[in-house]
């Protein structure tokens, strides 16, 4: 189809078995995400890149637990641990991804001070990606995404998408989720009320 793109979100070795932040289940979805990789001519891949000490690991903060809620400028943040930190190999993609067909990657929460789990904009809700401009350019209109974690970077990165006005969908097989105090089945139905598909097959 050629106004849909895929949107592979954070398929890194530290989200992934083994990893600084393991979400559970995904090495299990890399099979459906290459497949889905396969069957698509526009795909982009989504990448955490943060610099050392970034602002949203609990390690920056003295007696700070992982997990735990700390007040930021722009609100809550999760604190999590340190994870997908710019140049080491957890940053990487995990190896049995199929990167050669992505034409474009997003780097996000480089900024020291700002987290970010969407692909679109920053965790201060602000600072943009240039995803939403890079895609409408092309003539995307529709929007498949897949990756990890469903609950934080796929779920936030979907809702931004249907509010810059691209129809989305979420192959909800080809995610894995952190589930942290409920957070998958809240996610969930915030998508639902957005108007995104979910278990779609693509």
């Known amino acids: 189809m050629p106004n849909e793109a895929l949107i592979v979100i954070d398929v890194q070795n530290d989200f992934c078995e083994g990893g600084a932040l393991a979400v559970p289940g995904a090495n ?16 982009v891949l989504t990448q955490d890149w943060h610099p050392a000490s970034h602002a949203s690991f609990a390690a920056t903060w003295p007696e700070a637990e992982p997990f735990s809620t700390r007040a930021f ?17 957890g940053a990487a993609f ?8 992505a034409q474009a990657v ?11 789990y969407s692909a679109f904009r920053e965790n201060d809700r602000m600072t943009r990606t240039g995803l939403d401009g890079y895609l409408k350019a092309r003539g995307i209109t529709r929007l498949v ?13 979907a809702i931004d998408a249907r509010q810059a006005g691209f129809e989305v969908a979420v192959v909800q097989e080809a995610t894995a989720a952190i589930d942290l105090e409920g957070s ?4 969930l ?5 957005a108007g995104i598909r979910l278990n779609a097959t693509a």
């Open 184 to 187: 998958k089945k809240r996610m």
């Open 145 to 157: 995404l897949c990756g990890l974690a469903l609950d934080y970077c796929v779920a936030w990165s």
């Open 73 to 89: 400028p722009y609100g809550p943040q999760t604190l999590w641990p340190e994870h997908c930190v710019q140049g080491t190999p």
């Open 28 to 43: 299990n979805v890399l099979p459906l995400v290459n497949r889905l990789i396969a069957r698509h001519d526009h795909v």
């Open 189 to 193: 139905t915030e998508m639902r009320q």
């Open 106 to 116: 997003i780097r996000k929460g480089y900024h020291p001070g700002i987290d970010s």
């Open 94 to 101: 995990h190896p049995d991804l199929l990167t050669d067909k």
